[in-house]
Structures are given as structure tokens and as C-alpha cells.
């Protein structure tokens, strides 16, 4: 029997990437997204390859529907091995420009999409004493990103939720993985939301080689999958990563420089 990945956010960018990645190695997908045709024509591509591929548009934000989509998938392939969760939106703002209800459409969409699909599929995983669980998390939930103070808080949560549950699930079998891309050539810089900084010099960043393309992401989820990695820090931001956790009071420092010649 193949195995089957559910994947939110699939209908572009990285989620896409790695469905389609997921098709090529002979997986079933169940793959999600709001955007109806666009997800559809994700689910042919994948039927090219010769896998079952379920296309259910749903909104991660919204409880109900991301257990309906949860239930129809493990009632359509019989069982999940691989939850992928990757939705998710941007936002670059500091604190004070950042509205109540800024707040919640990202709080909701990037953590609570998170903790909604984990939900549904624990028990599923539980009782098969195996699964695999994937959190697309960011370099901007290692270390802090001037003026994306919404999306950074979200994206550590991300890392909090991601570590706990390692700690509580490897022992029953369970594998828990945080991929943490750096800026990646994708959609989500055109679609993010700016306040207070300047759109064109963040989309400029997309044109430099230090830019991954979803397809590095996607291998990277591919690889932590199938050797059971706990955490994978893709591309560029791999270095001050490793700098901020070592010396987090240097990076904090020259993070704060960099704001203060921003503003
Ligand atoms: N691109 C980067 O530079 C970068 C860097 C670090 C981390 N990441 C992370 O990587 C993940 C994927 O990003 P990406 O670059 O592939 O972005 P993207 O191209 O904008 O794709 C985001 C995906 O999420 C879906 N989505 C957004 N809101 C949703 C909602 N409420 N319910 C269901 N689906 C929703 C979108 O489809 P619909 O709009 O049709 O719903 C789309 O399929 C995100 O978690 C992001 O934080 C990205």
C-alpha cells in the first residue's frame, strides 16, 4: 500500500514543490489550500506521476474545516503517514503598526493552522504507533527579523510547538521535524502584507543568488522524512543561525543596528 502526505498550503511555492516532490517518490497526497483551481491543477500534475491525489480547498484557520479535511483524507486513503504543515502567510510590520486584527489573521493562520491539523491527526498517529510530523517553520523563528515582529512571533511558536512535541512524541513512535527556510523564491513576499518598510527592497532580496527555490525546501522535507531529522535550517540564513544561538547577544546587537539605520 503507498504512503500518503497531507500537505497544507499546497497549491504554490514550497507546499506545491513538495507535493509534487512527494508524487515523484510514490506517495498518495491529500493536499489543501483556499484556492480552488489552483489547487486543482496541483492535483493533476500529481496524477501525472501515477499517485491518487485528494484535493479538499480548505482555510487552516478554520477548526471545523481542517477537521473535516483530516477525517475525509484518512476516509479516502484509509491512513496518513506524513502531515506537512506549511501554510502560511507573512507580514512585515513593527509592533506599532501592527493592527489587533493583523494580530489574529497570522496568529491564526500560522500557529492555530498548525496546532488545528496536529490535533485531528494525533490520535490517527497514536494509535498506528507511527507518523511523521513536518512544521514548515522559518529562520525568522531562530532569530528575530527587524520589523516582522507578528510573523517572528508566530514562527517561534512554531519552534516551541515543534520541540515540545518531539520530546513528547519520539518515544511513541512519532517523528517531529522543523524545516526552517530561508527567504525562498516564492509567492510570499508578493502576497505579504508592509507597514512601515519598503516592499521593493525585500522583493529585491528574491533576485539574489543567497535566495532558495521551494524544490531546495521541498528536498529538504523529502530527506527529513526519510531519515528521521529533527530540524533543518535550508540555505542562507543556516550561518547566522548557528551565530544567533551561539552568540545571541552579538547578532541581537547588529540586529538592532540594522533597525536603527533602517528607521
Ligand atoms: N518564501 C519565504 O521566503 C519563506 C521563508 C521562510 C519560511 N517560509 C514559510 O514557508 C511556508 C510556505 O511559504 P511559501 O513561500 O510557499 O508561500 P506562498 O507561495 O505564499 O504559499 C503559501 C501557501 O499557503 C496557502 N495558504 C495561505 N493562507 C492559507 C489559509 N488560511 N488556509 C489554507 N492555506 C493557506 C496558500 O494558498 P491560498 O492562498 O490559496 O490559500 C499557498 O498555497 C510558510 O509557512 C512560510 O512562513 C517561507
Known amino acids: 500500500m503507498s504512503s500518503t502526505a497531507l500537505i497544507t498550503g499546497a497549491s ?3 507546499g506545491k514543490a513538495t507535493a509534487l516532490l512527494f508524487a515523484k517518490k510514490g506517495y498518495d497526497l491529500i493536499i489543501t489550500a483556499r484556492t480552488k483551481d489552483k489547487l486543482e491543477s496541483v492535483a493533476e500534475e500529481i496524477r501525472s506521476f501515477g499517485t491518487r491525489a485528494l ?3 480548505t482555510d487552516v484557520s478554520d477548526r471545523n474545516a481542517v477537521e473535516a ?3 475525509l483524507g484518512i476516509e479516502r486513503f484509509s491512513k496518513i503517514d506524513v502531515l506537512v504543515n506549511n501554510a502560511g502567510i507573512c507580514m512585515t510590520a513593527p509592533m506599532s503598526k501592527t493592527t489587533i486584527e493583523d494580530w489574529e489573521k497570522i496568529i491564526n493562520v500560522n500557529l492555530w493552522g498548525y496546532i488545528y491539523t496536529i490535533n485531528v491527526l494525533l490520535p490517527h498517529f497514536l494509535a498506528r504507533k507511527q507518523g511523521s510530523i513536518i512544521n514548515v517553520g522559518s529562520f525568522g523563528g531562530k532569530v528575530p527579523l527587524p520589523n ?3 510573523y517572528c512571533t ?3 511558536a512554531i519552534t516551541g510547538l515543534t520541540e515540545t512535541l518531539r520530546l513528547e512524541l519520539e518515544p511513541q513512535g512519532i517523528h517531529v521535524s522543523g524545516i526552517h527556510p530561508s527567504v525562498t523564491n516564492s509567492d510570499f513576499m508578493e502576497r505579504a502584507v508592509f507597514r512601515d518598510s519598503d516592499p521593493e ?6 533576485s539574489t543568488p543567497l535566495v532558495s527555490q521551494p524544490e531546495d525546501v521541498a528536498k529538504a522535507i523529502w530527506d527529513a522524512v526519510k531519515n528521521s531529522q529533527a530540524e533543518v535550517v535550508v540555505g542562507s540564513a543556516k550561518l547566522p543561525t548557528l551565530l544567533h544561538r551561539l552568540f545571541p547577544g552579538i547578532t541581537q546587537g547588529m540586529l538592532q543596528m540594522a533597525t536603527k539605520s533602517q528607521g
Not at 527592497?201 to 528574491?206: A, R, S
Open 148 to 150: 516582522m515582529t507578528a
Open 201 to 206: 527592497q525585500m522583493k529585491k532580496m528574491l
Open 55 to 57: 484535493a479538499i480547498t
Open 12 to 14: 504554490q511555492g514550497i
Open 154 to 156: 508566530s514562527k517561534y
Open 69 to 71: 479535511l483530516v477525517n
